[in-house]
């Protein structure tokens, strides 16, 4: 059948598969390739299914990229040949549009989506600067996210941006004169570091928000309640991930005494949060963006607990946020030893609220005491160990509330004398002081430590990543000054404190680099290695920026009212945050925060659909030993991407440098983040992966993380175990057992009889030949003495004679 | 008590007792495995979709609509087919607890189209005709019925060779061909939209039905072979046997024939009518193999390879898509 093409223009063409693979080879153009053809024809065989009757060429370069990404998990190349493609297609429709990088600039400007004061820059210059030979760094997922998500669109919805021009679009949001700008872009361009997403979408463009996360205090008033959630609604829209501490807020049942009536406790509040976030995401770009957290000695925390379950009283449950439990010491130890857990009122115990470490004991111990001598109008006494497996219960069912540890948080505040921090915030690795009078904000971006590895590969290029964090202290410090800020209290806050939130990503992909195991000693090594180098290069240039532009407000104005701070002068509070990286390190191409490889092939459910990811790292070596091929690839797979019981790669690779998530003890993964944490000064935020049959010691593991001084946990990850039908590879469900098979062999069987019989006549026919007819007669009527294993053909077989 | 077979005619005062050595174990390992998949469709985020459901071009959004108003139906159907149908010759207490599990879980399946329906202001009337207009899909479904309908209400009877053949026909006709093959197919079009993106928190609610139907599929594979076990003179009848082999190969037939008139001369979402008909081939061929027989197509491997994301580990960016990864027990 003749399939037909239909152009652009309208026109049909005879589809033809020669001009079909011509476009293929010309993807492989530059690249060291020795069976290109190979790899040509398996593309076209892919192709030949797909292709209709009828079909527009744009539709058919569509399905060439198609083809190509089905083949990804097959071997390294097709990722490159997927991305190539994925680039024509999105090159081709802009250079019909733009003829060059100022051209968008002055489009995005004319058309208000971009600022203004982008052409006041020297254009020419900076384009002169582009690289596009950068574009081969970015794989196939990374392009695709950034295609769908990141690359500026136009009020069509059509993209305006190679890929090239949005890390220049964005270095011009940042920088303050030529030289920072390319500082910036060649840093970024070259995934060395990423900014996070929100500067990524909004840096350079009319819509100046740059910062990930808000951190807010409710207070005990419905005022403050109604304040906050329309603070909420503005942080929210502009794609703030917003942290808000609700422990103010009184118990149900608790006295109004302006109204003389009993509060219906903080879960109904809640809900208004619940409703706002979602309806503002209908159509944003990121699902849920809001937390709510609380101290688990409020009268209400059982209800909390129950925000995330999905069944039950709707009016009760808040799908759309997120929940943390704000953890302080005192309780973890009541846990621990067994002792009972009190729960309290705020409004008849507020000192509970803000004091911390041996302060909020000693306060707990007094609530406690005036709740059992009768002077207390509410209170709860429950044991702690039960409500522990009741909490840890919830956090495996419905990934909420994320534990988080008070007393960790507040003891390494820099600035207690502005406030004590009151919670962290969307993704637990903030830590900022803040209160109902200022809104903590922090803007940030992580180190790709896999593009910091040295030539030899034998030590992280401690220069170059000097270099990288030196200019991300500097990016980060101009953001605060062009950043907009949705409310007084946020532009307050970060007027204050200049907080910044420097992060990691590629930890461990760079850890294979280095031939280091994730689950080792020397990995922890390594981590405080780094994180001690990160803490004392970031300090050192904020020391230097305050030289330049002074340091941050609050430690002026401490300086001025006789009380200094015991640490020289700086131009931020605070430096350092490991975020969780999720959608930056797709970009990247690398490793996500400090988590180690999830598994050696997993996919992955973004927004922008469902991807395969392969650990390139593990294909790179078992391709270059000779060891990849489809039946490795298949194994991997059907062991759900462990490799570590795959027979062919024992004393060929070292295997436990290519241990999965579930694979390392949860142990290890704590150890490694209280490395980090260590010199990290706001937080970690680590997710624990936990193997189903660890699932009873979930207890031990989280004492385990508040012990090695955690700041923050995140999601904790139990891996399923009930599996759908596997589409690719086939699974034996009959055993042995025949089924419908039966009739097949009883069918054969009674051939095989007949082939018997036929046999044997055949037989006495030879023998009569051979011996004559009276042996033969004698024989079959057993007169002769009897073979023991035939006795018919006793004389005349072979082996008896 | 340990003499009952299979299928059978019991009392209400028999087998409610369970043992911890029960005659069927497998059926025990399947109850637990349903009991630990159980989810319920509020944990997903659905109106997420709307406005990708908005942006669907005609093709695509009526591709959508038929998969939804075939499953939309289809679900109580086969609730209906355990509960008049089969169950009530089922003996086991522990087979019993597993096709009840199974009955729980096409609540919940319909109550997830049901709510895909609510929340995209689909038109219900039209949603629920399309089995009816579609001449195609009415057949897929009246297939079933048909069979069903001929033993319900004591028409078969259980203890007899005959009553045996009725009831094993209409356990493949629902659980294996329409469990196994018709599911199937639909379900390969809900993971083609993911695969370019779209309707992905829909589709999350899918992989979570993928999973209970193959272990519906499992249960009906284990009743096939347990009855065939337990009763191998039913595989002398030559001319029964052959029939169930040409029953799934018409089945097939039908669903190309219907899969035909979506795809014909163009892809959608980026899959073609070709990689369909292989993709069913090779669906059809697992099942015949699962039975027992030869297979009949002989396709060495799934043509759609995007269906592989279905078969590894999963992460999901929780801000984005719903998780499926969370477990209710
Ligand atoms: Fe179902
Ligand atoms: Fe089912």
Sequence with gaps: ?801 | MSSLNFIGKTSVRDNIRLTDNPKYPVFKNLYVKQKKAVWFPEELNIQQDVLDYKSLNPTEKDLFDSAVGYFASSELLVQNVLGNGFFPVLTDPYVKMSFTAQMFMENIHSDFFEIILNTFDMDRKRVYNITLEDKLLMEKQELIIRAVDRITYGKADPDSLEGKKQILTSILLNNIIQEGLFFYSAFAHFFAMKDVGKMKNVVSGVELVLIDESLHLQNGIEAILTIIEENPEIVDDIKFVENIRDTIIDAVELELNYLKTKFGGTTIFGVSYKELEQYMKYIADRRLEELGFDPQFKISQNPLKFLQKEDVKKLTNFFEVSSTEYTNF
């Excluded at chain 1, 003829?99 to 971009?114: A, T």
């Excluded at chain 1, 570091?193 to 419905?222: A, M, R």
């Excluded at chain 1, 429950?382 to 009741?390: C, L, M, T, V």
């Design chain 1, 1 to 801: 059948m003749q399939r037909i093409v239909v152009k652009r223009d309208g026109t049909e063409e005879k589809f033809q598969m020669k001009k079909l693979i011509n476009a293929i080879f010309a993807l492989l153009d530059g690249l060291d390739i020795p069976d290109d053809y190979e790899i040509v024809f398996k593309v076209a065989k892919e192709l030949d299914l797909k292709i209709p009757q009828r079909v527009t060429t744009e539709e058919l370069d569509y399905l060439v990229l198609k083809a190509i990404e089905q083949l990804i998990p097959k071997h390294l190349i097709y990722d490159t040949l997927a991305s190539r493609q994925l680039l024509k297609i999105i090159n081709r429709r802009i250079d019909r549009r733009f003829g060059s990088f100022k051209d968008y600039i002055e489009y995005g400007v004319r058309q208000n989506l971009l600022k203004e004061e982008l052409l006041n820059f020297d254009i020419d210059y900076l384009e002169q600067n582009i690289d596009y030979s950068r574009d081969s760094l970015i794989d196939y997922f990374g392009l695709t996210t950034l295609k769908d998500r990141y690359l500026t669109k136009d009020r069509e919805f059509e993209i305006i941006e190679k890929p090239q021009w949005f890390f220049m679009r964005v270095a011009m949001g940042i920088g303050n004169n030529e030289e920072e700008i390319l500082k910036i872009y060649n840093k970024i361009s070259n995934l060395e570091y990423l900014h996070s997403t929100p500067t990524l979408y909004n840096s350079g463009t009319t819509t100046n928000q740059y910062s990930s996360c808000y951190v807010n205090v409710i207070d005990d008033s419905l005022e403050s309640i109604m304040d906050k959630a329309k603070e909420t609604a503005f942080l929210a829209k502009y794609a703030g991930g917003v942290g808000t501490d609700v422990t103010r807020i009184r118990a149900t049942g608790s006295k109004i005494h302006s109204l003389n009536a009993k509060s219906s406790g903080i879960i109904p509040f809640i809900k208004i949060f619940d409703t706002i976030v979602n309806a503002i995401q209908q159509g944003g770009r990121r699902r849920s963006s809001q937390v709510m957290y609380l101290q688990p000695w409020h009268l209400d925390i059982d209800a909390f607990l129950d925000l995330r379950e999905t069944t039950g009283n709707p009016y009760f449950r808040t799908p759309s946020l997120n929940t943390a439990v704000w953890m302080p010491d005192e309780i973890m130890r009541r846990i621990k030893e067994g002792e009972p857990l009190y729960l309290f009122d705020p409004a008849e115990c507020p000192e509970l609220v803000t004091s911390h470490g041996e302060e909020f004991t000693k306060h707990y111990f007094e609530c406690i005491e005036k709740a059992e001598t009768g002077q207390l109008k509410m209170w709860k006494k429950i044991d702690s160990q039960e409500f522990f497996n009741r909490y840890l219960f919830k956090l495996a069912k419905t990934g909420h509330p994320w534990l988080t540890f008070k007393d960790r948080h507040n003891e390494h505040n820099p600035c207690p004398e502005y406030s004590v921090i009151n919670s962290s915030n969307l993704c637990t690795e903030i830590s900022i002081p803040n209160s109902p009078e200022s809104t903590a904000v922090c803007t940030l971006a992580s180190v790709n430590l896999a593009r910091h590895i040295n030539e030899d590969k034998t030590d992280i290029d401690w220069d170059k990543l000097k270099d990288t964090i030196e200019t991300m202290v500097l990016a980060l410090d101009n953001i605060l000054d062009k950043n907009f800020y949705p409310s007084e209290e946020s532009r307050k806050n970060t007027m204050d404190l200049r907080p910044l939130g420097i992060g990691l990503m590629g930890f461990a992909e760079a850890l294979v680099d280095l031939g280091i195991p994730y689950d080792s000693d020397a990995a922890v090594d390594m981590a405080e290695k780094i994180a001690k180098f990160m803490r004392d290069t970031a300090y050192k240039k904020s020391q230097k920026l305050a030289e330049e532009r002074g340091a941050f407000l609050h430690y002026e104005e401490m300086k001025k009212a006789g009380k200094p701070y015991p640490y020289p002068p700086r131009r931020n509070a605070v430096l350092l945050a490991i975020a969780p990286t999720a959608s930056i390190s797709i970009i990247a191409g690398t490793t996500s925060s400090i988590d180690s490889y999830f598994s050696n092939i997993y996919s992955r459910d973004t927004l922008s659909g469902k991807f395969i990811v392969i650990n390139k790292k593990l294909m790179e070596e078992l391709d270059k030993k000779g060891l990849w091929n489809e039946e490795i690839a298949e194994k991997i797979k059907s062991q759900g991407g462990s490799i570590q019981y795959i027979q062919e790669l024992e004393g060929n690779i070292n295997k436990s440098l290519y241990k999965t998530a579930y694979e390392i003890h949860p142990y290890r993964q704590i150890k490694i983040a209280a490395a980090f944490q260590k010199y990290i000064d706001q937080a970690v935020s680590k997710s624990l992966y936990i193997e189903e049959d660890l699932r009873n010691k979930m207890f031990d593991i989280y004492m385990y993380a508040w012990e090695e001084g955690l700041k923050s946990t995140y999601y904790c990850f139990i891996d399923k175990t009930v599996k759908g039908e596997k589409y690719m590879q086939k699974v034996n469900k009959r055993g042995s057992r025949r089924g419908f098979g039966l009739l097949k062999e009883r069918v054969k069987a009674s051939q095989s009889e007949n082939n018997q019989e036929y046999e044997l006549k055949e037989i006495e026919e030879k023998a009569r030949e051979k011996y004559g007819d009276e042996i033969v007669e004698k024989v079959k009527s057993g007169n002769i003495e009897a073979c023991p294993t035939d006795p018919l053909l006793s004389k005349i077989c072979p082996s008896c004679e």
